[in-house]
DNA sequence: GCCCATGTCCGTACGTCGTACGTCATTCGC
DNA sequence: GCGAATGACGTACGACGTACGGACATGGGC
Protein backbone atom coordinates (compact mmCIF):
# COMPACT_ATOMS: atom_id res chain seq x y z
CA UNK A 1 0.00 0.00 0.00
CA UNK A 2 2.10 3.16 -0.92
CA UNK A 3 0.02 5.49 -1.15
CA UNK A 4 -2.50 5.02 1.24
CA UNK A 5 -6.02 7.23 0.43
CA UNK A 6 -6.53 10.38 -0.76
CA UNK A 7 -4.91 11.68 -4.36
CA UNK A 8 -0.95 12.40 -3.54
CA UNK A 9 -0.18 12.96 -7.15
CA UNK A 10 -0.78 16.13 -9.48
CA UNK A 11 -2.85 18.82 -7.97
CA UNK A 12 -3.88 19.97 -10.98
CA UNK A 13 -4.77 17.01 -12.63
CA UNK A 14 -6.78 15.98 -9.79
CA UNK A 15 -8.84 19.43 -9.62
CA UNK A 16 -9.75 18.50 -13.60
CA UNK A 17 -10.87 15.00 -12.90
CA UNK A 18 -12.87 16.07 -9.68
CA UNK A 19 -14.82 19.23 -11.67
CA UNK A 20 -14.59 16.93 -15.23
CA UNK A 21 -12.58 19.02 -17.18
CA UNK A 22 -11.30 16.82 -19.24
CA UNK A 23 -10.31 17.10 -22.88
CA UNK A 24 -13.65 15.21 -24.21
CA UNK A 25 -11.79 14.32 -26.54
CA UNK A 26 -12.39 16.10 -29.16
CA UNK A 27 -12.09 14.29 -31.74
CA UNK A 28 -8.70 12.45 -31.20
CA UNK A 29 -6.89 9.45 -32.95
CA UNK A 30 -6.84 6.65 -31.17
CA UNK A 31 -9.74 3.96 -30.10
CA UNK A 32 -12.76 5.00 -28.48
CA UNK A 33 -12.94 3.83 -24.97
CA UNK A 34 -15.78 1.78 -23.36
CA UNK A 35 -14.62 2.93 -20.01
CA UNK A 36 -15.28 6.84 -18.39
CA UNK A 37 -14.66 8.39 -15.37
CA UNK A 38 -18.28 8.25 -14.14
CA UNK A 39 -18.33 4.38 -14.71
CA UNK A 40 -15.23 3.48 -12.83
CA UNK A 41 -16.40 5.60 -9.75
CA UNK A 42 -19.98 4.68 -9.82
CA UNK A 43 -18.28 0.78 -9.99
CA UNK A 44 -15.97 1.22 -6.99
CA UNK A 45 -18.98 3.25 -5.05
CA UNK A 46 -20.96 0.30 -5.54
CA UNK A 47 -18.60 -2.23 -4.00
CA UNK A 48 -17.65 0.01 -1.19
CA UNK A 49 -21.47 0.31 -0.39
CA UNK A 50 -21.59 -3.62 -0.19
CA UNK A 51 -18.44 -4.91 0.75
CA UNK A 52 -16.51 -1.85 2.26
CA UNK A 53 -13.92 -0.02 1.30
CA UNK A 54 -11.03 -2.44 1.70
CA UNK A 55 -12.72 -4.60 -0.75
CA UNK A 56 -12.25 -1.67 -3.26
CA UNK A 57 -9.26 -2.74 -4.67
CA UNK A 58 -7.98 -1.49 -8.54
CA UNK A 59 -8.38 -5.83 -10.09
CA UNK A 60 -11.67 -5.81 -8.41
CA UNK A 61 -13.34 -2.25 -9.64
CA UNK A 62 -11.82 -3.46 -13.20
CA UNK A 63 -12.78 -7.27 -12.72
CA UNK A 64 -16.57 -5.85 -12.23
CA UNK A 65 -16.57 -3.56 -15.38
CA UNK A 66 -15.04 -6.74 -17.31
CA UNK A 67 -11.96 -5.44 -18.25
CA UNK A 68 -8.33 -5.33 -16.46
CA UNK A 69 -6.95 -3.73 -13.71
CA UNK A 70 -4.39 -1.32 -15.94
CA UNK A 71 -6.99 -0.24 -17.98
CA UNK A 72 -8.03 1.44 -15.62
CA UNK A 73 -4.91 3.98 -14.82
CA UNK A 74 -5.52 4.98 -18.05
CA UNK A 75 -9.11 7.28 -16.89
CA UNK A 76 -7.83 7.55 -13.48
CA UNK A 77 -3.76 8.67 -12.06
CA UNK A 78 -4.33 5.83 -9.37
CA UNK A 79 -6.15 4.59 -6.41
CA UNK A 80 -5.95 7.82 -4.38
CA UNK A 81 -7.69 9.70 -6.55
CA UNK A 82 -10.03 7.30 -7.35
CA UNK A 83 -10.89 7.65 -3.56
CA UNK A 84 -11.14 11.01 -3.64
CA UNK A 85 -13.58 10.72 -7.39
CA UNK A 86 -16.12 7.98 -4.66
CA UNK A 87 -16.15 10.64 -2.09
CA UNK A 88 -17.01 13.76 -3.96
CA UNK A 89 -19.32 12.03 -5.76
CA UNK A 90 -21.98 10.89 -2.76
CA UNK A 91 -21.58 14.12 -1.51
CA UNK A 92 -23.86 14.90 -4.54
CA UNK A 93 -26.26 13.01 -2.88
CA UNK A 94 -26.76 15.69 -0.31
CA UNK A 95 -29.71 18.57 -0.51
CA UNK A 96 -30.56 16.60 -3.19
CA UNK A 97 -33.40 19.88 -4.28
CA UNK A 98 -32.48 22.84 -2.03
CA UNK A 99 -31.12 23.78 1.38
CA UNK A 100 -32.95 22.68 4.33
CA UNK A 101 -35.92 25.43 5.72
CA UNK A 102 -37.87 26.54 8.52
CA UNK A 103 -36.31 27.31 12.12
CA UNK A 104 -33.09 27.45 13.14
CA UNK A 105 -32.93 24.38 14.85
CA UNK A 106 -35.51 22.70 11.84
CA UNK A 107 -32.31 23.43 9.37
CA UNK A 108 -29.64 22.31 11.33
CA UNK A 109 -31.20 19.12 12.37
CA UNK A 110 -32.40 18.44 9.00
CA UNK A 111 -28.52 18.89 8.09
CA UNK A 112 -27.97 16.82 10.53
CA UNK A 113 -30.14 13.91 9.65
CA UNK A 114 -29.14 13.89 5.87
CA UNK A 115 -25.64 14.08 6.52
CA UNK A 116 -26.14 10.63 8.90
CA UNK A 117 -28.47 9.17 6.02
CA UNK A 118 -25.57 9.82 3.81
CA UNK A 119 -22.92 8.32 5.87
CA UNK A 120 -25.30 5.06 7.08
CA UNK A 121 -25.96 4.27 3.23
CA UNK A 122 -22.07 4.98 2.11
CA UNK A 123 -20.26 3.59 5.45
CA UNK A 124 -16.69 3.85 4.02
CA UNK A 125 -17.61 7.51 3.86
CA UNK A 126 -17.29 8.66 7.02
CA UNK A 127 -13.16 8.35 7.73
CA UNK A 128 -12.83 9.49 4.46
CA UNK A 129 -14.80 12.77 4.93
CA UNK A 130 -13.12 13.30 8.27
CA UNK A 131 -9.71 14.01 6.64
CA UNK A 132 -8.10 16.21 3.85
CA UNK A 133 -11.01 16.47 1.83
CA UNK A 134 -10.88 16.73 -2.22
CA UNK A 135 -12.23 20.04 -3.03
CA UNK A 136 -14.45 18.55 -5.26
CA UNK A 137 -18.06 20.45 -6.86
CA UNK A 138 -20.11 18.75 -4.49
CA UNK A 139 -18.27 19.24 -1.45
CA UNK A 140 -18.31 23.20 -2.38
CA UNK A 141 -22.25 22.57 -2.69
CA UNK A 142 -22.51 20.86 0.71
CA UNK A 143 -20.43 23.11 2.23
CA UNK A 144 -22.14 26.84 1.00
CA UNK A 145 -25.34 25.23 1.41
CA UNK A 146 -25.35 24.06 5.20
CA UNK A 147 -23.10 27.30 5.73
CA UNK A 148 -26.36 28.96 4.58
CA UNK A 149 -28.20 27.37 7.59
CA UNK A 150 -26.43 29.09 9.80
CA UNK A 151 -26.51 32.45 7.71
CA UNK A 152 -28.31 35.10 9.50
CA UNK A 153 -28.59 34.39 13.11
CA UNK A 154 -26.56 37.20 14.40
CA UNK A 155 -23.24 34.40 14.63
CA UNK A 156 -19.55 35.83 13.15
CA UNK A 157 -17.92 34.45 9.88
CA UNK A 158 -15.81 32.39 12.32
CA UNK A 159 -19.16 31.09 14.53
CA UNK A 160 -20.66 29.86 11.39
CA UNK A 161 -17.86 28.02 10.50
CA UNK A 162 -16.98 26.43 13.62
CA UNK A 163 -21.08 25.52 13.94
CA UNK A 164 -21.06 23.73 10.37
CA UNK A 165 -17.81 21.94 11.41
CA UNK A 166 -19.03 20.85 15.27
CA UNK A 167 -22.73 19.35 13.50
CA UNK A 168 -20.57 17.43 10.66
CA UNK A 169 -17.75 16.28 13.47
CA UNK A 170 -20.93 15.62 15.54
CA UNK A 171 -22.52 13.24 13.18
CA UNK A 172 -19.45 11.43 11.87
CA UNK A 173 -18.57 10.63 15.37
CA UNK A 174 -22.05 9.03 15.93
CA UNK A 175 -22.04 7.01 12.61
CA UNK A 176 -18.50 6.04 13.03
CA UNK A 177 -18.96 3.64 15.59
CA UNK A 178 -21.93 1.59 13.07
CA UNK A 179 -19.42 2.54 10.93
CA UNK A 180 -16.55 0.48 12.32
CA UNK A 181 -18.57 -2.15 13.55
CA UNK A 182 -20.04 -2.92 10.20
CA UNK A 183 -16.75 -3.14 8.69
CA UNK A 184 -15.33 -5.40 11.59
CA UNK A 185 -18.12 -7.41 10.68
CA UNK A 186 -17.85 -8.29 7.35
CA UNK A 187 -13.74 -8.18 7.82
CA UNK A 188 -14.37 -10.86 10.39
CA UNK A 189 -17.65 -12.36 9.20
CA UNK A 190 -19.15 -12.21 12.29
CA UNK A 191 -22.17 -10.70 13.25
CA UNK A 192 -22.44 -7.68 16.03
CA UNK A 193 -24.87 -10.15 18.01
CA UNK A 194 -22.72 -13.33 17.42
CA UNK A 195 -19.76 -11.33 18.37
CA UNK A 196 -21.16 -10.35 21.89
CA UNK A 197 -22.82 -13.25 22.37
CA UNK A 198 -19.51 -15.34 22.25
CA UNK A 199 -17.99 -12.35 23.68
CA UNK A 200 -19.90 -11.73 26.70
CA UNK A 201 -19.21 -15.26 28.40
CA UNK A 202 -15.69 -14.70 28.66
CA UNK A 203 -16.33 -10.76 29.37
CA UNK A 204 -18.09 -11.81 32.25
CA UNK A 205 -15.04 -14.03 33.35
CA UNK A 206 -12.76 -10.61 33.96
CA UNK A 207 -15.77 -8.28 34.69
CA UNK A 208 -15.24 -7.60 38.60
CA UNK A 209 -18.26 -5.78 39.93
CA UNK A 210 -16.40 -4.67 42.93
CA UNK A 211 -13.81 -2.88 40.87
CA UNK A 212 -16.38 -1.48 37.99
CA UNK A 213 -19.40 -1.10 40.07
CA UNK A 214 -21.22 1.67 38.33
CA UNK A 215 -19.89 0.18 34.54
CA UNK A 216 -22.32 -3.08 36.48
CA UNK A 217 -25.02 -1.13 36.69
CA UNK A 218 -25.29 1.14 33.52
CA UNK A 219 -22.76 -0.84 31.49
CA UNK A 220 -23.88 -2.70 27.86
CA UNK A 221 -22.10 -5.87 29.29
CA UNK A 222 -23.54 -6.72 32.65
CA UNK A 223 -27.17 -4.99 30.94
CA UNK A 224 -29.71 -7.03 29.74
CA UNK A 225 -31.06 -4.58 27.31
CA UNK A 226 -27.81 -4.20 25.98
CA UNK A 227 -28.93 -3.81 22.76
CA UNK A 228 -31.68 -1.50 23.75
CA UNK A 229 -29.54 1.40 25.22
CA UNK A 230 -26.59 0.80 22.90
CA UNK A 231 -28.71 1.20 19.99
CA UNK A 232 -27.19 3.80 17.93
CA UNK A 233 -30.16 6.12 16.48
CA UNK A 234 -30.88 6.39 20.49
CA UNK A 235 -26.97 7.81 20.73
CA UNK A 236 -27.49 10.04 17.99
CA UNK A 237 -31.15 11.48 19.20
CA UNK A 238 -29.92 12.41 22.56
CA UNK A 239 -26.47 13.99 21.33
CA UNK A 240 -27.96 16.02 18.60
CA UNK A 241 -30.91 17.48 21.23
CA UNK A 242 -27.99 17.95 23.50
CA UNK A 243 -26.04 19.64 20.73
CA UNK A 244 -28.80 21.69 19.25
CA UNK A 245 -29.63 23.37 23.09
CA UNK A 246 -26.16 24.05 23.45
CA UNK A 247 -26.25 26.02 20.04
CA UNK A 248 -29.53 27.63 21.05
CA UNK A 249 -27.45 29.13 24.29
CA UNK A 250 -25.35 31.10 21.91
CA UNK A 251 -27.73 32.29 19.59
CA UNK A 252 -29.71 33.24 22.09
CA UNK A 253 -26.29 34.96 23.65
CA UNK A 254 -26.09 36.36 19.88
CA UNK A 255 -29.18 37.96 19.43
CA UNK A 256 -29.19 40.12 22.35
CA UNK B 1 -4.66 -8.25 4.09
CA UNK B 2 -7.02 -10.73 5.79
CA UNK B 3 -7.91 -9.66 8.65
CA UNK B 4 -7.97 -6.00 8.65
CA UNK B 5 -8.09 -4.95 12.32
CA UNK B 6 -9.12 -5.95 15.67
CA UNK B 7 -9.07 -9.83 16.52
CA UNK B 8 -10.98 -12.54 14.95
CA UNK B 9 -9.94 -15.52 16.39
CA UNK B 10 -10.81 -17.21 19.41
CA UNK B 11 -12.76 -14.83 22.48
CA UNK B 12 -10.79 -16.92 25.01
CA UNK B 13 -7.78 -16.25 23.64
CA UNK B 14 -8.60 -13.26 23.02
CA UNK B 15 -9.76 -12.08 26.76
CA UNK B 16 -6.60 -13.73 28.25
CA UNK B 17 -4.19 -12.18 26.26
CA UNK B 18 -5.59 -8.57 27.16
CA UNK B 19 -5.90 -9.28 30.76
CA UNK B 20 -2.83 -11.31 30.94
CA UNK B 21 -4.19 -14.25 32.09
CA UNK B 22 -0.62 -15.94 30.59
CA UNK B 23 0.14 -19.61 31.75
CA UNK B 24 3.32 -17.62 33.31
CA UNK B 25 5.27 -21.05 31.77
CA UNK B 26 5.73 -22.02 35.33
CA UNK B 27 8.49 -23.81 33.99
CA UNK B 28 8.17 -25.62 30.81
CA UNK B 29 10.30 -27.21 29.00
CA UNK B 30 11.78 -25.68 25.89
CA UNK B 31 13.93 -22.29 25.41
CA UNK B 32 13.11 -19.42 27.17
CA UNK B 33 11.72 -16.39 25.24
CA UNK B 34 13.13 -12.85 25.43
CA UNK B 35 10.11 -11.73 24.06
CA UNK B 36 7.06 -11.01 25.81
CA UNK B 37 3.40 -9.63 24.94
CA UNK B 38 4.24 -6.13 26.57
CA UNK B 39 7.58 -5.85 24.53
CA UNK B 40 5.75 -6.62 21.46
CA UNK B 41 2.62 -4.32 22.31
CA UNK B 42 5.04 -1.70 23.21
CA UNK B 43 7.17 -1.76 20.15
CA UNK B 44 4.21 -1.90 17.71
CA UNK B 45 2.89 1.07 19.60
CA UNK B 46 5.88 2.93 19.10
CA UNK B 47 5.78 2.46 15.44
CA UNK B 48 2.26 3.76 15.28
CA UNK B 49 2.92 6.73 17.63
CA UNK B 50 5.76 7.69 14.75
CA UNK B 51 4.78 6.36 11.37
CA UNK B 52 1.06 5.76 11.64
CA UNK B 53 -0.84 2.40 11.90
CA UNK B 54 -0.22 1.76 8.59
CA UNK B 55 3.12 1.63 9.40
CA UNK B 56 3.00 -1.32 11.95
CA UNK B 57 3.64 -4.31 10.28
CA UNK B 58 4.51 -7.54 12.26
CA UNK B 59 7.58 -7.43 10.19
CA UNK B 60 8.67 -3.86 10.61
CA UNK B 61 7.73 -4.38 14.07
CA UNK B 62 9.33 -7.64 14.95
CA UNK B 63 12.58 -5.65 13.08
CA UNK B 64 12.23 -3.08 15.43
CA UNK B 65 12.73 -5.94 18.06
CA UNK B 66 15.28 -7.39 16.43
CA UNK B 67 13.85 -10.66 15.41
CA UNK B 68 11.70 -12.57 12.70
CA UNK B 69 8.00 -11.81 11.43
CA UNK B 70 7.13 -15.06 12.62
CA UNK B 71 8.63 -15.06 15.76
CA UNK B 72 5.72 -12.80 17.07
CA UNK B 73 2.92 -15.42 16.42
CA UNK B 74 3.94 -17.26 18.90
CA UNK B 75 3.08 -14.50 21.56
CA UNK B 76 0.52 -12.86 20.06
CA UNK B 77 -2.34 -15.06 17.50
CA UNK B 78 -2.45 -12.00 14.94
CA UNK B 79 -1.97 -8.71 13.66
CA UNK B 80 -5.52 -8.24 14.56
CA UNK B 81 -5.00 -9.61 18.36
CA UNK B 82 -1.92 -7.15 18.27
CA UNK B 83 -4.01 -4.03 17.73
CA UNK B 84 -6.48 -4.95 19.94
CA UNK B 85 -3.71 -4.89 22.62
CA UNK B 86 -2.43 -1.83 21.22
CA UNK B 87 -5.49 0.18 22.23
CA UNK B 88 -5.99 -0.99 25.35
CA UNK B 89 -2.64 -0.52 26.48
CA UNK B 90 -2.92 2.98 25.91
CA UNK B 91 -6.07 3.38 27.01
CA UNK B 92 -3.98 2.36 30.03
CA UNK B 93 -2.58 6.19 30.16
CA UNK B 94 -5.69 8.11 30.81
CA UNK B 95 -6.68 9.07 34.59
CA UNK B 96 -3.14 8.41 35.55
CA UNK B 97 -4.57 8.81 39.67
CA UNK B 98 -8.13 9.47 40.04
CA UNK B 99 -10.79 10.53 38.27
CA UNK B 100 -11.41 13.86 37.47
CA UNK B 101 -13.24 16.10 40.32
CA UNK B 102 -14.78 19.23 40.78
CA UNK B 103 -18.20 20.08 39.60
CA UNK B 104 -19.89 18.36 36.49
CA UNK B 105 -19.14 20.58 33.78
CA UNK B 106 -15.29 20.25 34.94
CA UNK B 107 -15.43 16.46 35.34
CA UNK B 108 -16.98 16.41 31.76
CA UNK B 109 -14.58 18.86 30.75
CA UNK B 110 -11.56 17.28 32.33
CA UNK B 111 -13.05 14.04 30.35
CA UNK B 112 -12.91 15.49 27.33
CA UNK B 113 -9.15 17.46 27.39
CA UNK B 114 -7.77 13.78 28.82
CA UNK B 115 -9.03 11.39 26.14
CA UNK B 116 -8.12 14.56 23.64
CA UNK B 117 -4.95 14.54 25.00
CA UNK B 118 -4.35 10.84 24.63
CA UNK B 119 -5.70 10.65 20.61
CA UNK B 120 -3.47 13.35 19.73
CA UNK B 121 -1.09 11.49 21.83
CA UNK B 122 -1.75 8.29 20.08
CA UNK B 123 -3.90 9.65 16.82
CA UNK B 124 -4.01 5.45 15.19
CA UNK B 125 -5.79 5.02 18.35
CA UNK B 126 -8.92 7.53 17.06
CA UNK B 127 -10.45 5.21 14.87
CA UNK B 128 -9.93 2.05 16.26
CA UNK B 129 -11.66 3.07 19.52
CA UNK B 130 -15.02 3.88 17.43
CA UNK B 131 -15.43 0.18 16.29
CA UNK B 132 -15.93 -2.39 18.37
CA UNK B 133 -13.89 -1.97 21.21
CA UNK B 134 -11.56 -4.73 22.95
CA UNK B 135 -13.00 -5.43 26.34
CA UNK B 136 -9.55 -5.20 28.10
CA UNK B 137 -8.99 -4.18 31.80
CA UNK B 138 -7.83 -0.39 30.57
CA UNK B 139 -10.99 -0.10 28.62
CA UNK B 140 -13.00 -1.23 31.63
CA UNK B 141 -10.76 0.94 33.93
CA UNK B 142 -12.21 3.92 31.33
CA UNK B 143 -15.69 3.26 31.12
CA UNK B 144 -16.07 2.89 34.84
CA UNK B 145 -14.15 6.25 35.97
CA UNK B 146 -16.22 7.98 32.89
CA UNK B 147 -19.58 6.86 34.07
CA UNK B 148 -18.75 7.75 37.46
CA UNK B 149 -18.18 11.50 36.73
CA UNK B 150 -21.87 11.69 35.97
CA UNK B 151 -23.07 9.91 38.54
CA UNK B 152 -25.42 11.30 40.64
CA UNK B 153 -26.57 14.09 38.84
CA UNK B 154 -29.94 12.26 38.97
CA UNK B 155 -29.77 11.43 35.06
CA UNK B 156 -30.93 7.46 34.83
CA UNK B 157 -28.62 4.84 34.18
CA UNK B 158 -29.52 5.60 30.23
CA UNK B 159 -28.91 8.71 30.07
CA UNK B 160 -25.45 8.44 31.77
CA UNK B 161 -24.27 5.68 29.21
CA UNK B 162 -25.72 7.71 26.45
CA UNK B 163 -23.59 10.84 28.15
CA UNK B 164 -20.28 9.17 28.15
CA UNK B 165 -21.01 7.81 24.67
CA UNK B 166 -21.67 11.15 23.13
CA UNK B 167 -18.57 12.88 24.87
CA UNK B 168 -16.12 10.37 23.66
CA UNK B 169 -18.08 10.60 20.39
CA UNK B 170 -17.27 14.08 19.95
CA UNK B 171 -13.58 14.06 20.96
CA UNK B 172 -12.99 11.65 18.21
CA UNK B 173 -15.15 13.62 15.97
CA UNK B 174 -12.90 16.76 16.65
CA UNK B 175 -9.68 14.49 16.75
CA UNK B 176 -10.53 12.17 14.12
CA UNK B 177 -9.89 15.75 11.61
CA UNK B 178 -6.37 16.23 12.79
CA UNK B 179 -5.42 12.69 12.98
CA UNK B 180 -6.63 11.65 9.45
CA UNK B 181 -4.72 15.04 8.00
CA UNK B 182 -2.09 13.78 9.35
CA UNK B 183 -1.87 10.67 8.25
CA UNK B 184 -2.59 11.78 4.75
CA UNK B 185 0.77 13.85 5.65
CA UNK B 186 2.89 11.28 5.82
CA UNK B 187 1.57 9.15 3.67
CA UNK B 188 1.54 11.63 1.05
CA UNK B 189 4.65 13.04 2.70
CA UNK B 190 3.76 16.57 2.12
CA UNK B 191 2.74 18.44 4.92
CA UNK B 192 -0.89 20.26 5.46
CA UNK B 193 0.35 23.75 4.81
CA UNK B 194 2.23 22.70 1.12
CA UNK B 195 -0.96 20.97 0.55
CA UNK B 196 -3.07 24.24 0.82
CA UNK B 197 -0.39 26.51 -0.79
CA UNK B 198 -0.32 23.89 -3.66
CA UNK B 199 -3.75 23.49 -4.08
CA UNK B 200 -4.94 26.78 -3.48
CA UNK B 201 -4.46 28.48 -6.89
CA UNK B 202 -5.89 25.09 -8.49
CA UNK B 203 -9.43 25.05 -5.94
CA UNK B 204 -9.74 29.25 -6.98
CA UNK B 205 -9.35 28.28 -10.39
CA UNK B 206 -13.12 26.08 -9.85
CA UNK B 207 -14.65 28.42 -6.95
CA UNK B 208 -17.35 30.16 -8.26
CA UNK B 209 -17.92 33.03 -5.70
CA UNK B 210 -21.12 33.39 -7.78
CA UNK B 211 -22.41 29.96 -7.27
CA UNK B 212 -21.17 29.59 -3.77
CA UNK B 213 -20.71 33.46 -2.16
CA UNK B 214 -21.09 32.17 1.36
CA UNK B 215 -18.46 29.68 1.58
CA UNK B 216 -16.71 32.36 -0.43
CA UNK B 217 -17.19 34.87 2.40
CA UNK B 218 -16.60 31.96 5.61
CA UNK B 219 -14.59 29.48 4.27
CA UNK B 220 -11.34 28.11 4.59
CA UNK B 221 -10.55 28.21 1.18
CA UNK B 222 -11.00 32.44 0.03
CA UNK B 223 -10.03 33.75 3.85
CA UNK B 224 -6.53 34.63 4.44
CA UNK B 225 -6.61 33.77 7.99
CA UNK B 226 -7.21 30.14 7.00
CA UNK B 227 -4.55 29.12 9.47
CA UNK B 228 -6.45 31.03 12.98
CA UNK B 229 -10.23 29.96 11.53
CA UNK B 230 -9.37 26.39 10.97
CA UNK B 231 -7.35 25.75 13.97
CA UNK B 232 -8.47 22.35 15.53
CA UNK B 233 -8.05 23.17 18.91
CA UNK B 234 -10.78 26.09 18.65
CA UNK B 235 -12.91 23.48 16.48
CA UNK B 236 -12.74 21.89 19.80
CA UNK B 237 -13.05 24.46 22.29
CA UNK B 238 -16.32 25.81 20.68
CA UNK B 239 -17.80 22.54 20.52
CA UNK B 240 -17.14 21.66 24.04
CA UNK B 241 -18.82 24.48 25.04
CA UNK B 242 -22.07 23.95 23.07
CA UNK B 243 -22.18 20.58 24.25
CA UNK B 244 -21.81 21.33 28.16
CA UNK B 245 -24.40 23.89 27.71
CA UNK B 246 -26.49 21.25 26.38
CA UNK B 247 -25.54 18.50 29.07
CA UNK B 248 -26.03 21.82 31.41
CA UNK B 249 -29.97 21.51 30.17
CA UNK B 250 -30.61 18.43 30.56
CA UNK B 251 -29.43 18.49 34.54
CA UNK B 252 -31.31 21.45 35.21
CA UNK B 253 -34.36 19.78 33.97
CA UNK B 254 -33.22 16.55 35.64
CA UNK B 255 -32.99 18.36 39.55
CA UNK B 256 -36.16 19.97 39.05
C1' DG C 1 -6.62 5.96 -49.71
C1' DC C 2 -2.76 5.68 -47.04
C1' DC C 3 0.53 6.64 -42.91
C1' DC C 4 1.64 7.24 -38.47
C1' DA C 5 0.88 9.82 -34.24
C1' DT C 6 -2.01 9.18 -30.58
C1' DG C 7 -4.58 6.66 -27.90
C1' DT C 8 -6.47 2.29 -25.32
C1' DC C 9 -5.85 -2.15 -23.48
C1' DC C 10 -3.57 -5.32 -20.65
C1' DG C 11 0.23 -9.22 -19.55
C1' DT C 12 4.09 -9.29 -16.78
C1' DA C 13 6.74 -8.16 -12.88
C1' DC C 14 8.32 -6.06 -8.46
C1' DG C 15 7.88 -5.08 -3.78
C1' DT C 16 4.64 -4.87 -0.07
C1' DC C 17 1.43 -7.23 3.16
C1' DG C 18 -0.48 -11.24 6.69
C1' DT C 19 0.44 -15.65 7.89
C1' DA C 20 0.56 -21.22 7.23
C1' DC C 21 3.92 -24.68 7.45
C1' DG C 22 7.94 -27.18 8.62
C1' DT C 23 12.64 -27.49 10.34
C1' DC C 24 15.89 -26.79 13.77
C1' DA C 25 17.90 -25.50 18.25
C1' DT C 26 17.20 -24.97 22.96
C1' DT C 27 16.07 -26.23 27.57
C1' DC C 28 13.22 -28.42 30.99
C1' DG C 29 11.61 -32.67 34.15
C1' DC C 30 13.13 -36.78 35.10
C1' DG D 1 22.29 -37.23 30.47
C1' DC D 2 18.12 -37.66 27.71
C1' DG D 3 13.45 -37.47 25.61
C1' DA D 4 10.10 -34.26 24.68
C1' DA D 5 8.12 -29.97 24.43
C1' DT D 6 8.63 -25.46 22.87
C1' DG D 7 10.50 -21.02 20.69
C1' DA D 8 12.77 -19.15 16.54
C1' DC D 9 12.42 -18.29 11.86
C1' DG D 10 13.27 -19.42 6.50
C1' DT D 11 10.30 -20.25 2.89
C1' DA D 12 6.16 -19.77 0.36
C1' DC D 13 1.41 -18.33 -1.11
C1' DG D 14 -1.98 -15.25 -2.49
C1' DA D 15 -3.55 -10.73 -1.92
C1' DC D 16 -2.38 -5.74 -2.88
C1' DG D 17 -0.85 -1.07 -5.84
C1' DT D 18 1.27 0.05 -9.89
C1' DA D 19 5.58 0.76 -13.34
C1' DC D 20 6.71 -0.80 -17.79
C1' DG D 21 6.22 -1.81 -22.42
C1' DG D 22 4.15 -4.31 -26.26
C1' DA D 23 -0.07 -5.04 -29.21
C1' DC D 24 -3.49 -2.94 -31.49
C1' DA D 25 -7.23 0.37 -32.99
C1' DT D 26 -8.28 4.78 -34.80
C1' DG D 27 -8.54 9.32 -37.08
C1' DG D 28 -6.41 13.70 -39.39
C1' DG D 29 -3.17 15.37 -42.87
C1' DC D 30 -1.42 14.44 -47.13
Same mark, same amino acid.
Given at each position: ??????? /?????????? $??????????????????????? @?? *?????????? !????? #???????????? #??? %???????????? $?? !????? &?? +? %??????????? *?? !???? *??????????????????????????????? %????????????????? #??????????????????????? /???? *?? &????????????????? =??????????????? @????????????????? =???????????? !?? +?????
Amino acid at each position: MATEFTG /TGDPARSMAL $LWRTAATSDRRPGPKSALDVDRI @VA *AAVTVADAEG !LSAVS #MRRVAADLGTAA #MTL %YGHVPGKGELVD $LM !LDSVL &GE +L %YPDRPPTGSWR *AR !LEAV *ARENRALFLRHPWAVHLAAGRPPLGPHLMRK %YELELRTVDGLGLSDVQ #MGLLVELLNGFVRGTVSGVQERA /TAEQ *AA &GITEDRWWTAMAPHAAR =FFDVERFPTAARVGP @VAGKDRQTAHAPERSFE =FGLERLLDGIGV !LI +LDASR
